[in-house]
């Protein structure tokens, strides 16, 4: 991953709001997870459009805080999820 990687979910994933339960769910075959406020903000910009780059600054605009210091956190984050395959770098 680089700073001009552009996160995608992958075909087989969705964001879909769940009304009973009042939340956001990332739905993939066989699993339900459930981000949380901060982990939603990401996954919503992983949309083929924004870079990494362009996620950290926009966070960073977002909750106020130095695109360096949250780098490591939101960068983790990215592989992590590309890890369980439901999103692609």
Known sequence: M???SIPVLKR???LQYDPVRQAWA?????KVFWP???SLDILRLCDGKHSVRQILD???SVYEA??????EDVEGFLQ???D???VTL
């Open 2 to 4: 680089t700073a001009s």
């Open 12 to 14: 087989h994933v969705r």
């Open 26 to 30: 990332l739905l993939s075959p066989e």
């Open 36 to 38: 949380d406020e901060i």
């Open 58 to 60: 926009h966070l960073a």
């Open 66 to 71: 130095p695109p360096e210091e949250i780098a």
């Open 80 to 82: 992590e999820w590309s």
């Open 84 to 86: 369980r395959s439901l």
